[in-house]
């Protein structure tokens, strides 16, 4: 293991963020590293809704306040769970691949706003 590059057993991370309003077409969070894709999983920000890529709404009306956001990897399981304030908000399967990391911060994506913000603060990666 090399700093928190993982390929088996069970990862958390573990952090609060904060959107401004206006921030939207951008990715906040990601598990980087999947079997066919880059990505294991990616929580994008589209109109104040924090989404699964740019599917499936994980949390509504995330602007303008902090959150608590873990995401639990269990990579032996294949599984990822998504919990914002501590209430499990979603469960997905993983993507293989052999080498994963937790990434945070601003990634634009589709249709990105031309002002993007994202904070974050008391970040912890823990493993079981």
Not at 2 to 7: E, F, L, P
Not at 84 to 96: A, F, I, S, T, W
Request: aromatic content about 14%; glycine content about 12%.
């Amino acid at each position: 293991m090399t700093g928190y590059d993982y390929s088996s057993g069970v990862w958390q991370f573990e952090g609060y963020g904060y959107v401004p309003s206006g921030t939207t077409g951008v990715s906040i969070m990601q598990v980087f590293g999947g079997g066919e894709s880059a990505t294991t999983l990616m929580l994008h920000v589209y109109d104040g809704s924090l989404r699964y890529y740019s599917g499936a709404a994980v949390e509504d009306n995330i602007y303008d306040r902090w959150f608590r956001l873990n995401v639990v990897h269990d990579v032996d399981a294949s599984s990822l769970t998504v919990f914002v304030d501590g209430v499990e908000r979603l469960r997905v399967p993983g993507h293989g691949g052999d080498k994963r990391f937790f990434k945070f911060g601003l990634y634009t994506q589709h249709d990105a706003s031309s002002c993007m913000e994202s904070r974050w603060k008391n970040i912890r990666i823990l493993r079981k």
